[in-house]
Structures are given as C-alpha cells and as structure tokens.
C-alpha cells in the first residue's frame, strides 16, 4: 500500500507550471494577437477585455498539469467571474490611456492569477491535500 501512495505523491510532486514559451504556444498566440488588432475596430473589442482575456488564458495554458482537477477549474471559474467588475471599472482607464496601461493591467492581471493557481493548486499537492 506505501508503495502506491509513494508513486501517488512523486506523480503530484511533477505537477507544475509548464513552459509557455515556445512555438506551438507562441505561434498561435501571436496570430491571435495580429487577427485582434487588424479586426479592432471592426469588431468594437474593447483593449480590458482583451488583456483580462489573455490574462486569464496564459495561466490556464501553463497549468495544463491541472485541467483534471476540478479545484483547478472552480479557481479558474471565480478568478472569471472576478474579471468581469474589474474589467468594467478599468475600462475608461484603458480607452484613455490605450496600450501602456492595457499593457500594464494585462500582466499585473496575468501575475495575480497565476499566484492564486499556485497557491490553490500546488501549494496543496506539495501538503498532500
């Protein structure tokens, strides 16, 4: 029995974030990136939206070790619903001050929500909960 719930806890000790920089991560990002700013003004995207949205999508690419857990999915899910206030109160911020603070919101947004995944999901695998 010890010897299953050692390779139980080494399986779970390798649970991390992944690499996100490489091509197959960074090629479609960037075409995503060129689709949204040629289609800008043509589909009345506004600039909170989109960096919440890239925030929110690099962590759930990084953590992909997790997508079976469902501690993993409701963090994800209230860290959404989160955005949502946070989105609408900082949109006349980034409608005024355009890509610097867009720029700004998008990785200060993206480095909170991996510090809540982490402290969520890892910090409980490395306690064994």
Request: glycine share 8%; with cysteine.
């Amino acid at each position: 029995m010890s010897d299953l719930e050692g390779a139980q806890d080494s399986r779970q000790s390798t649970k991390k974030w992944r690499k996100v920089n490489d091509w197959s991560f960074k090629g479609p990002l960037i075409v995503l990136a060129l689709l949204f700013g040629f289609f800008d003004h043509i589909l009345h995207w506004g600039r909170a939206p989109f960096a919440a949205g890239v925030a929110m999508i690099i962590p759930i690419i990084g953590f992909r070790d997790f997508w079976n857990e469902s501690r993993f999915w409701v963090t994800v899910a209230l860290l959404g619903a989160l955005q949502i206030p946070l989105v609408i109160a900082l949109q006349p911020l980034t409608d005024r001050f355009e890509f610097p603070f867009m720029l700004a919101f998008g990785i200060l947004d993206c480095a909170l929500m991996i510090a809540a995944i982490s402290w969520v999901c890892l910090e409980r695998n490395g306690k064994g909960g």
